[in-house]
């Protein structure tokens, strides 16, 4: 890992954001052909190919500094975007070993972890964060395990309790979500909390994917890619407070789309979870303006068709219609007609 | 293969505790912690001899709290498919073993007010890491552990010096037997019922709960019934056009592994649902042991659980 940590960006107000030439070529398209519609598109979370999103199983990009920060910031005015029920502490544990494990293992530069028996040292040089606190005593800890270690990863966390063959949807921290809301969607179903997705119940995806899940296993873990489209490099859309962004989405024309338009793609983690037997899932955000998106051509010419040929409940549920034909017509003219390969990798 | 991914295990301690029952303590080679997991969970332990291979399911039994080994306690079984007779006969200590993360399919429900625990003989092993994971809770618990005599009761002082008055334990032997219409009638609501044991004793257990009142989602139980011994019987798989026989100890999905053809798993005992398989022609009568199918599914005749089981006849056409 040779990113260079941003430590000045920010994801409101001024928008100092970017990606390096080597995040945008990293980016994980979400097409893997020129045309998209709900499918169970859940495959392993194994290895990826080395410098990907998916090398490790938590993905720690350039953007790093940045995203905590803005954790802490919407955290500060609107303290429920973290919840947990009292019965999911050992599952916040979970997720704290979790976390510590994989990042000190993978980026040991920046994270380090010593264990000397259930007395654990964290050291996490990017935020400059030093603790030693007892594995299992919540009370050796600044916060609850899950709103300490979820304000030191990129993205969101989820823990769904598993009881009478469904999923509960009962802690996380989520602050940068693409309009859901944890203090709306506490206590809810797997299918509860699906509810307003269109299209995909009737295709029956949520009674397989719960399905799937339920049997997921312990060490193997998977993933599958969602998308939406946000207006400036924003990653608190939330229902919390529409009013701030969602007027953002009038402000686009044919002139500043390039710039406006992000394609947002959350990498999604499930992990099955050891102690308490829950089920962690991660959604792990990436922006990418349109005009950094077209400096790869094959993504231009694939993401016009995708854009122009979306059906239009899909467009109406991700926000875009507004804005579609704007985005749309910027790309055309990098289309020139030419096929894609298979796969979202740069060409 | 990648798909119920196994990690080596060392042997380090075997014990006979009752004149059934052995006692294997299994850890790490090189020392380290073993994989954290939560009460009621199940390795597969992979075992293979000369001629065959096995997987049998066992519920871990050491204490969720302590990762230093895992503990297994095996009932010899010789009238079925050979895996605890081969643990039995086979197996000492410094021996390595394959096993696989653990599963639960037996899980505490986290938000029951109170826990109550019914145990009949070796089905305690499912039982007793549960009780570990309640201890340090703050619900209520109390476990009925039946066995045939004090020479059975294979963890009772264990159990008793953990867990104290909250254990109750009955002897066939000495004529105490556990009422269990009289218990699950005086339980609190937020009450939840857990069972492992013999399956009539499993079945009184759930239509005595049923008959009470109690909601289906405070019932819980797990089922590990071995797979019968049945006759042998001829099989074709049409997707891998495949033509094998499967021997009388062998399960149908044992010998479909051992044709190198990979199929779904999970539990092999019948409560899962992940090996299901479309049944395309039978010459013969399909004998279901599973406790996954509904009776509907069951009659159609056209699905089978191979892991547990068979065909009483002569070809059985899958779609695998």
């Known amino acids: 890992m040779s990113a260079v940590f941003k430590t000045d960006e920010t994801f409101r107000d001024d928008f100092k954001y970017s990606n390096s030439p080597a995040a945008i070529r990293r980016f994980p398209l979400p097409f893997s052909e020129d045309k998209y519609m709900y499918s169970v598109n859940i495959e392993p979370h194994v290895p990826g190919p080395i410098g990907s999103v998916t090398e490790f199983q938590f993905d720690v990009d350039e953007h790093y500094i940045g995203e905590c920060r803005d954790h802490d910031l919407v955290l500060k005015e609107d303290p429920r975007r973290y919840q947990a029920l009292p019965h999911m502490m050992s599952a916040q544990w979970d997720v704290l070993e979790l976390l510590m494990d994989n990042l000190s293992k993978d980026y040991p530069a920046q994270f380090s972890l010593t264990k000397q028996g259930n007395r654990w040292i964290w050291h996490n040089q990017l935020l400059g964060i030093r603790d030693e606190f007892t594995f299992g005593d919540p009370s050796t800890l600044p916060r609850e395990p899950l709103d300490y270690i979820a304000r030191q990863a990129q993205g969101d966390l989820v823990v769904m309790d598993q009881r009478d063959g469904d999923f509960y949807l009962e802690a996380g921290m989520v602050t940068t979500q693409a309009d859901w809301s944890l203090d709306f969607d506490l206590g809810m179903t797997f299918k509860e909390w699906h509810g307003p997705v269109p299209l995909a119940h009737e295709l029956h995806i949520f009674d397989r994917a719960l399905k799937f899940l339920l049997d997921l296993r312990i060490n193997a873990p998977v993933r599958r890619l969602n998308w939406t489209m946000t207006i400036n490099p924003r990653l608190d859309t939330s229902p919390e407070f529409y009013p701030r962004w969602g007027p953002d989405r009038a402000t686009v024309t044919a002139e500043n789309v390039a710039d406006k338009a992000h394609l947002r793609v959350e990498l999604q983690g499930l992990w099955r979870l050891p102690r308490s037997n829950a089920m962690l899932f991660s959604v792990r955000g990436y922006l990418i303006s349109l005009r950094e998106l077209a400096t790869i051509p094959k993504w231009a010419r694939r993401t016009h068709r995708t854009l122009r040929d979306l059906h239009p409940a899909l467009a109406d549920y991700k926000g875009l219609t507004r804005f579609r034909d704007h985005a749309v017509n910027w790309l055309a003219p990098l289309d020139d007609g030419s096929p894609t390969t298979p796969g979202g990798a740069p060409e | ?320």
């Open chain 2, 1 to 320: 293969m990648t798909q119920n991914n196994t990690f080596s295990v060392h042997v380090t301690a075997v014990t006979q505790v009752t004149p059934l029952i052995k006692h294997f303590i299994l850890q790490a080679a090189d020392g380290a912690p073993m994989p954290a997991f939560s009460g009621g969970s199940h390795v597969i332990v992979v075992m293979k001899d000369a001629a065959r291979v096995y997987r049998n399911p066992y519920s871990l039994l050491s204490s969720p709290n302590d990762l230093s080994a895992y503990e297994i306690a095996v009932r010899r079984a010789d009238e079925s498919r050979g895996g605890s007779v081969f643990l039995h006969d086979q197996v000492t200590v410094g021996m390595a073993l394959q096993i696989t993360h653990p599963v639960n399919l037996f899980q505490l429900d986290k938000l029951a007010r109170k826990h109550v625990l019914i145990a009949g003989g070796v089905g305690i092993t499912a039982i007793a890491a549960q009780l570990e994971d309640l201890k340090i809770g703050s619900a209520h618990y109390e476990l009925h552990y039946c066995v045939r005599g004090p020479e059975h009761a294979a963890f009772a002082d264990r159990l008793i010096k953990q867990h104290g008055d909250r254990v109750r334990i009955y002897h066939d032997s000495a004529n105490q037997w556990l009422d269990i219409e009289g218990l699950v009638a005086a339980q609190p609501l937020g009450t939840h019922l857990y069972v492992c044991g013999p399956t009539p004793m499993i079945d009184r257990v759930i239509a005595s709960a049923r008959a009470a009142g109690w909601a289906n989602s405070h019932i819980h139980w797990e089922h590990f019934t071995a797979p019968p011994v049945g006759a042998p019987f001829e099989v074709f798989l049409k997707k891998s056009q495949k033509i094998l026989n499967v021997l009388p100890d062998q399960s149908l999905l044992d010998a479909i592994e051992e044709a190198g053809v990979e199929a779904p798993y999970l539990c092999r005992g019948g409560v899962c649902g992940e090996c299901k398989c479309q049944v395309l022609e039978v010459d013969g009568t399909l004998v279901h042991n599973d406790h996954y199918l509904s009776d509907e599914e069951k009659a159609s005749g056209t699905l089978i659980m191979p892991c547990v089981s068979r065909v009483l006849g002569k070809t059985l056409v899958l779609d695998l």
